[in-house]
């Protein structure tokens, strides 16, 4: 097991790699406006659970695999990209809807089948990365040490780590980035900036997933 000291750092590391400007935590960003901060929350849990799957990836050995093959690292990319641009489709033609009760609808609770689904959003954004998966062959394993126990466990354990300080910041931005989107459930003007905004973050970011190139 890593040390008290390697994991304090690790999770440092985490933080401030989880506040820093990127696809994931835009993508919590502009779903927590304009869907509401439990919308937010959902897809925080499916990004979560990617990072439990590049962990094993990179536990198992899969993530090698991936890295050295350029026709798995373009399939998946362009899947990503793919996916982006749907979202961006979706955000462009969704509807605005303004009424006396509109903050109160978007902070309405969610059903189980509409929780399920945005947290297989967030999985599907997250696993589509080839680069997060890049990320993690090249990051846990220098936070790993073979005189501590095995290998695969200590990564296992890294990335349980990275999971939970993502958990606290995006859960974070997803809260306060809902309460801003409900102040503008008021105003159509608002609603259609913050719809057009949000297609073309997500259209930047199919763009930049699918001219991608591998580093390994």
């Known amino acids: 097991m890593p040390t008290l000291q390697t994991l304090t750092a690790f999770f440092s590391l985490c933080v401030l790699l989880a506040l820093s400007p990127g696809p994931d935590n835009l993508f919590v960003l502009m779903q927590s406006a304009q869907r509401g901060w439990r919308v937010g929350l959902a897809v925080v849990v499916g990004l979560c659970l990617g990072i439990l799957g590049h962990t094993a990836a990179v536990a198992f050995g899969l993530a090698a695999l991936v890295a050295a093959s350029p026709a798995a690292f373009t399939v998946l990319k362009l ?14 033609r969704a509807p605005v809807q303004v009424s006396a009760t509109a903050t109160a609808t978007h902070a309405a609770p969610l059903s189980w089948r509409q929780t399920l689904r945005m947290v297989g959003r967030g999985v599907v954004m997250n696993i589509t990365n080839p680069k997060v998966l890049i990320f993690f062959l090249a990051l846990l394993p220098q936070f790993a040490d073979a005189g501590r126990g095995a290998i695969a466990l200590q990564i296992v354990v890294l990335g349980s780590v990275f999971m939970l300080a993502t958990l606290l910041v995006f859960s974070a931005i997803a809260l ?6 409900s102040l503008l459930q008021g105003s159509a003007r608002a609603q259609r900036l913050l719809n057009r905004l949000a297609g073309l973050v997500f259209v930047g970011l199919a763009l930049r997933l699918a001219t991608l190139q591998r580093a390994m």
């Open 79 to 92: 899947a990503g990209a793919a996916y982006l641009l749907y979202l961006a489709w979706g955000a462009l």
């Open 176 to 181: 306060f980035s809902g309460w801003f989107g």
